[in-house]
């Protein structure tokens, strides 16, 4: 039988073995034979020999300390080239095909004509043309992966991908194997871990990176491909206006509990993002001055240039010398000028580009010149209505607390009373009134505090702004409809004279069971109604309410809070877009992201989805143009099903199972995390939760308040402690008890029912599934016979049991034989990393224990930051 991962496993090889060169160069055959036997034990320990698990233990405890980073990095690097050769199978021509299925805009075009639907080809493209799907850029966790080491990565994917070319003649393929050897070699001499935490605009100058070298390609690559499709199955071509994807960023704009990101940060990071989009479209412009040398245009054309033999290159090189005028003030303001200059001379306003390329592309058709209008000048176009002149729109991010203080002490100061202890309605009713009133609220000479200051700051820095530079305000921990008045009077009085969209953020299981009733409130508001005019935002955080309450309870509490949300906004006639603040990692919302969308509940989606995407999963799904465009297509293809094709709502009695589901889920958590008093000391023994905030991860501070004990910890290094010990205890803690009791109360026909028939409850469960396969219960005992006190082990036990207990739980229910049975690519992408991760594990826990004995010793602590690093790599994932 063939062996169809054939192809990625010989490209692994090969990566290793030329790894394996470069290591032995270094530091001798002896060596790499250590690390050689260290692997194969690792594989044996894998199939139960306990005789070679406990030889490698022993071959690692005794490493001495000069051994300690080469062996660290070995392994490490095993598996980011493990990641680089399985991202390639993706989009390689010898792909699988459990791995590159059909395009799924193609299957779903298919199923929307030939099936069911029989949609008319006028109703999918006006669908197309409502499709707003706005994919939000998101710095944190950031990337383990420093940005050097990234760019090596990519140009090995390169270099696999040149060696699929049948025709490369043998000096062509020894120069191949070169470039190979050297990226390797330079990848091996560079430090993986970098030496300091990134700044805010060092994480927005990150995600630039990955729009400038890939989305930018991507994009009209992408629409290019959905026309095609379009055009097969509907006999229509795309708009050129037609743009279902856009993106947004926090990065320079998220300053939630990060006192980094001030409001000089986020001028500095809006003034960069125009000034790299401004260079972009000056080469799109200079190639098309270089193509567009026709003579023949329409009145419109001759009417602006006059009577010139190359019309067209007259009309692009004024733009052309408005963009290097545009480009020569942004880097004036960049080095702290403030130039005087004539707005009409610079392009500053999507139209002010759009337009004069738009008559060019009707002059062309008119004049019989389609073929070329449909080249370079339309991909142009499409990155002008998907990037604007900005590339990203900066969200701005802000916690309620800062702006109720920040009201409250001008109230103060004014002499009417404290607003943090006045009732909801005395808050509603004081708002309201200074938004109607003509006078200014601010006082003259008045020295506010350095946080007020700051508020104000950035409110102002919004007014300043083309509002097609910004994405929204999004206020975390928003509870009360005046969290929201109350960013919109900080805004007015700052000057900001348009209606940028504030958007509250409902994080807990409480403030998502409150979401509805706060959002009725605020549409009661006749003010805000007229402010938001027809369209509201609502964010659902995914990290906090899992922290809060476990991954079972609070997927159920989103789904409902989801429902309710809907219902509101459609009573209030105001057209509702979810802002789905997912991460990477299941315990974080993360997960497949079709599938997340399609087990949305019923009219949630309607051709509007915000969602973020965070971390290095940037990197996983947009950081290869090819790979991209297949994200693209992903992500479009399932709002478009979930609009078109949404799922039936639940039946009443599977409604009524997950209440009681997400009871015993919530309450099964909450006596661990919450009520267990030796949890907090396991949790920092068992884990490296506290050795991370030494990890230089991203700009904002692991904790949200330096005193706080584990309800004060980010959902990220929450999640990271446990995924690197590979309990990975937060993603399915208190679900398999749930699941179990529903079980053994007889409701078992019912759950299989569910799961086969409500993509809610089988998403749930196959993110379940995956989770509990990349747990790893015997290694996390091992992290807790070396580094937790044997008074404590009976709650790791405890721990086990409750994982063991989810997993029967889980397999009951798919009757599968084991678990990922159904997703043998999954399966296999997970068990061939487990030879390099498994080491990585005994090696991190054998120096947690050396590094809380020396904590001084930086040899160590690098071996510890590269383990890390290495164990993130092969899980694929931070946290």
Known sequence: MTDMYAPLKANVHLLGDILGETIEAEHGAAFLNLIEEVRQLSKASRQGDTEAQSKMLALLSELPDEQLVPFASAFNQFLNLANIAEQFHTISRNCDELVCVPDPVDLLLGRLFNGKAQLKPDQLIDELEKLEIDLVLTAHPTEVTRRTLISKYSALIECLSERENPQLSERETKRNQLRMRQLVAQIWHTNEIRKQRPTPVDEARWGMATVETSLWHAVPEFLRQLNEQVEEHAGRQLPPHVAPVRFSSWMGGDRDGNPFVTAKVSEEVLLRNRCTATRLYLEDINQLIGELSMTDCDQAIRAMVGDHREPYRILLRQLREKLSDTQDYLMARLDGQQPKTNPSTLIWHKKDLLEPLELIYQSLLDQGMRLIANGLLLDTLRRIHCFGLTLVRVDIRQSSDRHASAIAEITRYLGLGDYLHWSEAEKQSFLLRELASRRPLLPHQWQASADTQEVLDTCRLIGQQSPEALGSYVISMASEASDVLAVALLLKECDCNFALPIVPLFETLSDLDNAPAVMRNLLQIDWYLGYCRGKQQVMIGYSDSAKDAGVMAASWAQYRAQEALVSVCKDAGVALTLFHGRGGSIGRGGGPAHEAILSQPPGSVDSRLRVTEQGEMIRFKFGLPEVAVQSLALYTSAVLEATLLPPLAPKPEWRSLMDSIADDSVRAYRQIVQDEPDFVPYFRAATPELELSALPLGSRP??????????????????????????????????????????????????????????????????????YAKSEPNLSRYYEQILVKPELHGLGEKLRQSLDTGVRSVLNLTQEQGLMDLTPWNKESVALRHPYIDPLNFLQAELLRRCRQEPEDPALQQALMITIAGIAAGLRNTG
């Open 702 to 771: 692991a904790k949200r308040r330096a005193d706080g004990g584990v309800e004060s910890l980010r959902a990220i290094p929450w999640i990271f402690a446990w995924t690197q010990n590979r309990l990975m205890l937060p993603a399915w803690l208190g679900a398999g008890e749930s699941l179990q009791n529903a079980i053994d109360q007889g409701h078992q026909e019912t759950l299989r029912e569910m799961f086969l028939n409500w993509p809610l409850f089988r998403t749930r469960l196959s993110m379940l599934e995956m989770v």
